[in-house]
């Protein structure tokens, strides 16, 4: 390393000052659409395969069949009133709707219809009951062990949590007809097991009722013997107690008085009869109380003391209202006929003020009338009420037998009427046990179906397809998502800071020609970056200059060529040395053979080659030789480009970009990651080279994105060259 530093100094360069490109907008639906084209293959790939195997899925479904029954749920407790509906004053009680359909749904009679149609031998069901074929390679190779048999009951069981899944209980929630729809794998169990799961709510509900009424006749007549005896225990005591205190009945007491049970009296006392006048008197001043104090309540809650009938019944203020009429009606004549200042029409005016004066004065008066009549009412009804009260506590001994004689009586009677209470219930129990019938009703029974009501394969390959085009489309867009490769020149100068001298294209055919052709798209951006390179900024023109790349295959020597081959067509003389001792393929690319002693002189216009791992052993570069070859031949040429092996391969290739002014950096695009590039700067970097920034290579024109094709010329043109070249 003494020996290259002391033939070749480093050059020290200030780097251009060129921040990255602004990041660009998402592009909306033409940036999706450049995605898609751009990963078109996987696309189809991704969709090809889901759609295939969805397909080949579709396409082994089995047929299935469906029928319908209808029924009607009795509309006695299934309608409630409603202060929503304008239109009708009962609405349906949807809790009690829903009560009914969750005892269809419910597994009760799911197995009721199980063991009725005896779907647990039914083929379809054997079937579904047999083990899988994961449970029989299981049990084939012991990791599953045999279970005890299905019992015939476990076996329905099984069979009706099936038959669930297959039966559908629907509502339109606006009228109380249950629909029942069964499907099966035949034309002929569908309306089978619709029709069964009818049969068995009504069966279900009728013995429900008949159930509750049964329970009901056993309550009541547990209750009737205790009753009877209690009745017949009142009357003993009542006996007693009037015989003790010498109480005799008022009525017929005979025991030919059918009635006499429903008759019971009680002994009539002075007290008694003159209680029962004061009671008497009693009502009828709380009922006037209440008459006059509703009159009075009404008139002064009112307002507008002139509606109530109490006082526009007053024959001065029936005589006021007739004077008034006439006044009114004079003011009326008056009006239209005289000004407003006539004489006549101010008297009959203030005269007709008098009067409605008067007349509130006059109702006012009898306002208060009714509240004196009122107050006096109540008084009275106060002094009544004294009077009770003071009678009743003056009640001698003969009364607290009385008292005591009245609850005898009164539990005789309630125990009697009890007892002829429950008699009567029991007997309508009884008969309504026979007669109980289920408050729904078939409207429309399942019939077979004509045809398999599913499944809609034609609707399941068009959302097959959606799925399939939408995954398709996932995928590409997530493997663009999720690169780490280099597009543009725009993530380029982002992600690793370098300068985007330019891009060049792929091409198809030789290097020679894409060199030579006055016309072609490869030329026309060769010649773009060449002028930034020979024009820009003074920082980047060097007269030596190392062409190199983080991996293998990503165009530097290619790149290396055409730059050389760019300066050697403006007229001036251009040297290109491969120092690739290990795959050396400047001349591999041209077509040519080195001379012995490395050279070759005009391999294009302008252009000379020299082949440095040529005139050493083969695969070792002699580093101090190169420095003086290039010290010798410096002055000879305008420009001298140094092809290199791949940086992260041969990190001696930074030992070659020493020797240089300049170092220029091939990234392949869509291929080589940031973190590449970045580790390819860090190695140079610590031979102090300048890297005057980097070129995308094998770019693919037809595939570039909108965003991708800005800094690179006219997209469509290129794209024009591209299919005619």
């Given at each position: 390393m003494s020996q290259i530093s002391g033939a070749m100094p480093p050059q020290q360069f200030s780097p251009m000052d060129i921040g990255p490109a602004p990041e660009q907008e998402f592009a909306g639906f033409g940036r999706i659409f450049s995605i898609l084209r751009q990963h078109r293959l996987l696309m189809c790939a991704v969709t090809g395969g889901t759609f295939l195997l969805g397909a080949a899925a579709i396409t082994t479904l089995k047929p299935y069949y469906e029928s319908n029954a209808e029924i009607a749920i009795g509309a006695r407790g299934m309608i409630s009133p409603s202060e929503l509906s304008p239109y009708a004053d009962r609405a349906l009680d949807l809790v009690a709707l829903n009560t009914q359909i969750d005892i269809l749904k419910s597994p009760i009679i799911a197995l009721m219809v199980t063991q009725r149609l005896h779907l647990a031998d039914s083929p379809e069901y054997i079937k579904a009951l047999s083990p899988s074929f994961v449970s029989q390679l299981k049990k084939k190779f012991g990791l599953q062990k045999d279970g005890p048999p299905l019992t015939q009951q476990q076996r329905n069981e099984l069979v009706s949590n099936l038959l669930m899944g297959k039966v559908h209980i629907s509502n339109d929630g606006r009228s109380a007809i249950i629909g029942i729809t069964a499907r099966s794998a035949g034309p002929d169990l569908a309306p089978a097991i619709a029709n069964g799961y009818v049969k068995a709510y009504l069966d279900f509900e009728q013995q429900a009722k008949i159930q509750a009424a049964r329970n009901a006749s056993v309550l009541l007549e547990e209750q009737?013997?205790?009753?009877?005896?209690?009745?017949?225990?009142?009357?003993?005591?009542?006996?007693?107690?009037?015989?003790?205190?010498?109480?005799?009945?008022?009525?017929?007491?005979?025991?030919?008085?059918?009635?006499?049970?429903?008759?019971?009296?009680?002994?009539a006392t002075p007290n008694d009869l003159h209680l029962t006048q004061m009671n008497h008197e009693l009502g009828e001043a709380e009922a006037d109380l209440a008459s006059k104090q509703?009159?009075?309540?009404?008139?002064?809650?009112?307002?507008?003391?002139?509606?109530?009938?109490?006082?526009?019944?007053?024959?001065?203020?029936?005589?006021?209202?007739?004077?008034?009429?006439?006044?009114?009606?004079?003011?009326?004549?008056?009006?239209?006929?005289?000004?407003?200042?006539?004489?006549?029409?101010?008297?009959?005016?203030?005269?007709?003020?008098?009067?409605?004066?008067?007349?509130?004065?006059?109702?006012?008066?009898?306002?208060?009338?009714?509240?004196?009549?009122?107050?006096?009412?109540?008084?009275?009804?106060?002094?009544?009420?004294?009077?009770?009260?003071?009678?009743?506590?003056?009640?001698?001994?003969?009364?607290?037998?009385?008292?005591?004689?009245?609850?005898?009586?009164?539990?005789?009677?309630?125990?009697?009427?009890?007892?002829?209470?429950?008699?009567?219930?029991?007997?309508?129990?009884?008969?309504?046990?026979?007669?109980?019938?289920?408050?729904?009703?078939?409207?429309?029974?399942?019939?077979?179906?004509?045809?398999?009501?599913?499944p809609p394969k034609k609707q399941y390959g068009v959302l097959l397809f959606l799925i399939s085009l939408g995954l398709g489309a996932g995928a590409a867009l997530l493997r663009d998502r999720s690169r780490s490769s280099l597009r543009t020149l725009a993530e380029l100068e982002q992600q690793t800071r370098l300068f985007g001298l330019g891009a060049l294209p792929r091409f198809r055919g030789s290097l020679r020609e894409q060199l030579t052709s006055g016309d072609s798209l490869y030329g026309r951006m060769l010649n773009s970056m060449r002028a930034i390179l020979t024009f820009g900024n003074p920082s980047i023109r060097t007269k030596i200059t190392v062409i190199t790349s983080a991996e293998n295959n990503e165009g530097k020597t290619t790149l290396a060529i055409s730059l050389a081959a760019s300066i050697g067509a403006l007229g001036k003389r251009a040297l290109l040395i491969d120092c690739d001792a290990h795959r050396p393929s400047v001349?591999?690319?041209?077509?040519?053979?080195?001379?012995?002693?490395?050279?070759v002189h005009d391999a294009l216009p302008g252009l000379d080659i020299f082949v440095a791992s040529q005139t050493g052993e083969p695969g070792v570069l002699n580093f101090g030789a190169l420095g003086e070859f290039l010290a010798k031949h410096r002055d000879e040429y305008d420009q001298i480009i140094i092809d290199t092996p791949p940086i992260l391969s041969f990190p001696e290739a930074g030992v070659l970009a020493s020797f240089a002014e300049g170092v220029i950096i091939a990234v392949k695009w869509h291929h080589t990651s940031a973190s590449a590039v970045i580790e390819t700067q860090r190695i140079l970097r610590t031979h102090h080279a300048n890297c005057l920034g980097a070129v995308l290579t094998f770019v693919d024109i037809e595939n570039l994105r909108p965003e991708e094709s800005l800094r690179m010329g006219d997209y469509s043109h290129y794209r024009k060259l591209v299919s005619s070249s």
């Open positions: 009737i013997a205790p009753l009877r005896q209690r009745s017949i225990q009142a009357e003993q005591e009542l006996s007693r107690y009037r015989q003790e205190h010498n109480l005799y009945l008022l009525g017929d007491d005979s025991g030919g008085d059918s009635g006499r049970t429903a008759r019971i009296a009680l002994p509703a009159i009075y309540n009404e008139a002064a809650s009112s307002g507008n003391v002139g509606t109530i009938t109490a006082i526009t019944a007053s024959p001065l203020i029936q005589s006021l209202r007739l004077q008034q009429t006439q006044i009114n009606a004079r003011i009326s004549t008056l009006a239209s006929t005289a000004l407003e200042q006539n004489p006549e029409l101010v008297a009959a005016r203030a005269q007709a003020a008098r009067i409605d004066a008067q007349i509130a004065t006059e109702s006012q008066k009898l306002l208060q009338n009714l509240r004196y009549e009122a107050d006096a009412a109540q008084q009275r009804v106060n002094a009544l009420k004294e009077r009770t009260n003071a009678l009743q506590m003056n009640v001698t001994e003969e009364e607290h037998a009385d008292i005591r004689l009245r609850q005898l009586v009164g539990e005789a009677t309630a125990a009697q009427t009890l007892y002829r209470d429950y008699l009567s219930r029991l007997g309508q129990v009884s008969a309504e046990t026979t007669i109980q019938q289920a408050e729904a009703r078939l409207i429309t029974p399942a019939n077979q179906p004509l045809g398999p009501a599913g001349l591999l690319a041209l077509d040519l053979k080195a001379h012995e002693d490395g050279f």
